[in-house]
């Protein structure tokens, strides 16, 4: 049972050839291009939920922040997507590897700092010693803003990453548990499916809260430098 | 009996079973021509289901369910092993 828990994380490769490339581009398919003043309806829809997200989000920034709009609610829109297609039966969700969440946090972190770098050098360096601090107590302060900056990148890639897997492993846990319940006491089993479904229900809500948090972490840091 | 049409230009559906092995070799199957396959079917698809006035929930899900479909055929091997048989 313990392989077959971790098998859906492998890197899905068919014939030695990773079509993992090929599963990371699908959810692009799904947002067809906007050409006319008048779109069908799936264009509609999604063109109304990117407005509603861009107004929540971009508005906090100043004119220099929002030049990251693009990436950001690209962003937001990847993960979403990739995470909402992995909850379908059998699919890999490339957010589960941690190499890619990393791949995503890193730059983007990395790019809040050294613009802030860029444009405000004091503010940037007086963000490591809060106000106020009594005089003995800086050295110590000093190390541990800095790590504590440090740890942002690994913190975003990890929240998504262990988020998601573990609410893939308690769906396959709990999943298993039912079908083995039943051949022993039917209401266990019963109990144990709306467990299933409950379950089911917050890992979509965890899909796009996660994506959600991961994009407002970047502009967060992006407001702080910009 | 010889074909007013050229063999070239026909579209599947008018070929003669006979001549369909010859029909087969000559369609394009060079990078640029196998590309233009993708986009002609991508382009079928999305007009004939999504870009219409009232496109509705199964053009997506039809999508979906090929997505499903074919990561089930990719793990199958794994999956063999899970089926409910006395000797596996």
Known sequence: MNENLFASFITPTMMGLPIVVLIIMFPSMLFPSTGRLVNNRLVSIQQWLIRMTTKQMMTIHSKKGQTWTLMLISLIMFIGSTNLLGLLPHSFTPT???????????????GTVILGFRHKTKASL?????????????PMLIIIETISLFIQPMALAVRLTANITAGHLLIHLIGGATLALMSISMTTAFITFIILILLTVLEFAVALIQAYVFTLLVSLYLHDNT | ??????????????VKLGELPSWIMMRDFTPKGIAGAFQRGYH????????????????????????????????YKELKHERRRKYH
């Open chain 1, 96 to 110: 589960t590897q941690l190499s890619m969440n990393l791949g995503m946090a890193i730059p983007l972190w990395a």
């Open chain 2, 1 to 14: 009996m010889a074909s007013v049409v050229p063999l070239k230009e026909k579209r599947l559906m008018e």
């Open chain 2, 44 to 75: 079928r698809y999305y007009n004939k289901y999504i870009n219409v006035k009232k496109g509705g929930v199964a053009g997506v899900s039809m999508v979906l369910a090929a997505y499903v479909i074919f990561n089930y055929c990719r793990s």
């Open chain 1, 126 to 138: 007086a963000h490591f010693l809060p106000q106020g601090t009594p005089l003995p107590l800086i």
